[in-house]
């Protein structure tokens, strides 16, 4: 019997929106897709219009964004901007068995 995969770890590198909303639909509800952006010091408007749409796709069928190894001028415009009142960012490195995402 295949279990499904209930959480899916990613490096981007560059936008990959939709290789990302691919893997969210593999994921099963209560699943979470872990995004490390180690090394992104900046997101254009569009690529945060990418990643609230992929929060927004994920969180209504009942599964998870995480955000991992934020830049901290990056972080400091998404609190101010209130985005991290909707998107889930976690300051520790993504766990091992990262796949890369160019």
Do not use: W
Not at 36 to 54: E, Y
Request: charged share 20%; with cysteine; glycine share 4%.
């Amino acid at each position: 019997m295949r279990h499904p995969v209930k959480k899916i770890f990613v490096r981007c590198r560059h936008h990959a929106n939709d290789q990302l909303v691919t893997l969210a639909r593999r994921l099963p509800p209560g699943g979470e897709l872990h995004l490390d952006l180690r090394g992104v010091d900046h997101l254009s408007s569009a690529a945060l219009a990418a990643l609230l749409a992929l929060n927004l796709r994920l969180t209504s069928t009942e599964k998870c964004l995480v955000l991992h190894n934020l830049d901290p001028d990056l972080y400091h415009l998404l609190h101010l901007t209130r985005l991290t009142a909707v998107l889930e960012t976690r300051c520790q490195a993504a766990p091992g068995g990262t796949a890369v995402v160019t």
